[in-house]
C-alpha cells in the first residue's frame, strides 16, 4: 500500500497558477490509478481529475476541463495537478488519493473507490 504526501499549495490570485505535487512511497506506484479531489468549506468532497496508472489516460472534472492538467511521473512516484486560471471557487483543500488498479485503464471519479489519501494541502484563490 502506498502514502501520499501533497505539497505545492498556497495562496495565488484569480487567473494565477499553482502546481500541487503528490508523492508516493512504495515499490508498485504504476499499478495505482490516482486522483485528485477538493473540499471547500461546507461542501462535500468533490472528483478533480484523474489519471491511470501508466498515465495513457485522464479524465476530469467538467468544472476544471481546459484549465487544469493531471500528469504522473512513474520514475518519481509523483502525480501532478497543474492548475491554470484559478479562480475564487477553486479554493478548497485538495486531497490526492491513490486507487489500486493494475493493468487497467479504468478511472473512477466516486471517492470512496480509492482507499488512499494523503492530507490535503490548501489552495487559496484571492478576487
Known amino acids: 500500500q502506498v502514502q501520499l504526501v501533497e505539497s505545492g499549495g498556497g495562496l495565488v490570485q484569480a487567473g494565477g497558477s499553482l502546481r500541487l505535487s503528490c508523492a508516493a512511497s512504495?515499490?508498485?506506484?504504476?499499478?495505482?490509478?490516482m486522483g485528485w479531489f477538493c473540499q471547500a468549506p461546507g461542501k462535500e468532497r468533490e472528483f478533480v481529475a484523474g489519471?491511470?496508472?501508466?498515465?495513457?489516460?485522464?479524465y476530469y472534472a467538467d468544472s476544471v476541463k481546459g484549465r487544469f492538467t493531471i500528469s504522473r511521473d512513474n520514475v518519481k512516484n509523483t502525480v501532478y495537478l497543474e492548475m491554470n486560471s484559478l479562480k475564487p471557487e477553486d479554493t478548497a483543500v485538495y486531497y490526492c488519493?491513490?486507487?489500486?488498479?493494475?493493468?487497467?485503464?479504468?478511472?473512477?471519479?466516486?471517492?470512496?473507490?480509492?482507499?488512499?489519501w494523503g492530507q490535503g494541502t490548501q489552495v487559496t484563490v484571492s478576487s
Open positions: 488519493a491513490a486507487r489500486y488498479a493494475p493493468n487497467s485503464n479504468l478511472l473512477v471519479a466516486a471517492s470512496n473507490a480509492y482507499a488512499t
Open positions: 489519471i491511470s496508472g501508466s498515465g495513457g489516460r485522464t
Open positions: 512504495g515499490r508498485t506506484f504504476s499499478a495505482y490509478a
